[in-house]
């Protein structure tokens, strides 16, 4: 009797164990989600950072271009200047010929800002819209990671609950019992399986007559070949 109810101890330990380890499946599950959803607000984030850095880099082309025409434009009234006060042929047509060769970069450099502006322009639209897409489905994951932060502290709560209450269970466990289960949990899932249809349940190794013999009288075995515990569900009233 008292080594049934030792065994019947065992099993209700792994039973629970299962739920912890169910719980910590869930919880693992939870975290992995939460990391996907961060990673694709960063993604949405570096999205619209790199689509305003687009826009701030057509901006100050713009500046550049512009710039360049002023001081173009600038050249330009003081060469017309030098060309009024020319004071003889010579100078003039240098002038005149300095003119014109200013003229054609000026007309260069203007269709450089018009193309810089419709750059800048075409950034600012992308800009406008990669950021609001990106707002709007960062709202939608911020949703999502709350609702999941909100799953996750009750079913950590739950698991720390676990934990606390499986002292009680791991106490009525026979200590050598205990020492294998452990040893035997930290390499395999499931340490405690039952015998069905003359195999091992975990790793489906046959049974001599005698050890099956052995189980139906209530005993708990190791299996030969894979070391996990062995027992008869009938034999302990489980089915």
């Not at 169910?22 to 599950?29: A, R």
């Not at 502290?153 to 050598?176: F, G, Y």
């Not at 009288?217 to 894979?226: D, H, N």
């Amino acid at each position: 009797m008292i080594k049934e109810q030792a065994f019947r101890a065992l099993i209700s330990l792994v039973e629970f164990d299962q739920s912890i380890q169910t719980l910590e499946n869930q919880i693992q599950v939870l975290r992995d989600s939460i990391l996907d959803l961060r990673n694709q607000e960063q993604a949405l984030t570096k999205d619209m950072e790199q689509a305003k850095q687009r826009l701030l880099e057509c901006r100050k082309l713009v500046d550049e271009k512009e710039l360049r025409m002023k001081e173009l434009d600038t050249h330009d009234r003081v060469i017309r200047e030098r060309i009024d006060r020319a004071h003889n042929n010579k100078e003039y047509m240098a002038l005149q010929a300095e003119h014109n060769q200013l003229k054609l970069e000026q007309q260069h450099v203007e269709q450089e800002v018009v193309d810089a502006w419709n750059k800048r322009d075409g950034a600012h639209v992308a800009y406008d819209v990669i950021r609001q897409q990106s707002q709007e489905r960062i709202a939608v994951l911020h949703t999502h990671i709350a609702q999941k932060d909100e799953q996750l502290t009750q079913l950590t709560a739950q698991h720390d609950q676990l934990i606390a209450n499986r002292v009680v269970k791991v106490s009525v466990v026979p200590e050598e019992w205990l020492e294998k289960y452990n040893a035997l949990g930290s390499r395999i899932k499931d340490p405690v399986v039952p015998v069905e249809g003359g195999v091992c349940g975990g790793c489906f190794n046959s049974l001599t007559n005698q050890e099956l013999m052995r189980l139906q009288r209530g005993a708990l075995l190791q299996c030969q070949s894979c070391f996990r515990f062995l027992y008869a569900p009938a034999a302990m009233g489980m089915q």
